[in-house]
């Protein structure tokens, strides 16, 4: 099965991903995490305001299969949340790089992306 990576993001091997924009970054998981949980039923992260830590828990997603923790690509402060996914959880399964993303943070140390993979990293990790 092929599954959509975008070049431009980096990503956890935990599935979730960063996009990068100025002194900011987006959050959310990745297509194959969607597909490996099935249908999204619930979505919990922190709000806006919250410090979340690169490398630590920031959230929950719930499928139909499971429950399984979120974990920060970054440091900062959390700017925007996606609250769409709170009546529309299914969101993260059609579009996990557009209207599925969950938070937006001000970035405390933007080096915290080099820590992360890049596309063809993580291509070779879920293959």
């Not at 299969?65 to 970054?74: C, G, I, M, R």
């Amino acid at each position: 099965m092929s599954f959509e990576i975008p070049d431009e993001l980096r990503y956890m091997e935990s599935h979730e991903w960063a996009d990068r924009e100025d002194g900011t970054a987006r959050i959310g998981i990745s297509d194959f995490a969607q597909d490996e949980l099935g249908d999204i039923v619930f979505v919990e992260f922190p709000e806006e305001g919250e410090e979340i830590t690169h490398d630590e828990e920031f959230g929950v997603v719930e499928s139909i299969k499971a429950v399984s923790d979120l974990y920060s690509p970054v440091s900062g402060t959390v700017t925007a949340t996606n609250d769409a996914l709170l009546d529309a959880p299914e969101l993260v399964n059609d579009d996990p790089y557009g209207e599925g993303w969950m938070l937006e943070v001000d970035l405390d140390d933007a080096d915290d992306l080099d820590d992360l993979l890049d596309a063809d990293a993580y291509r070779n990790q879920i293959e």
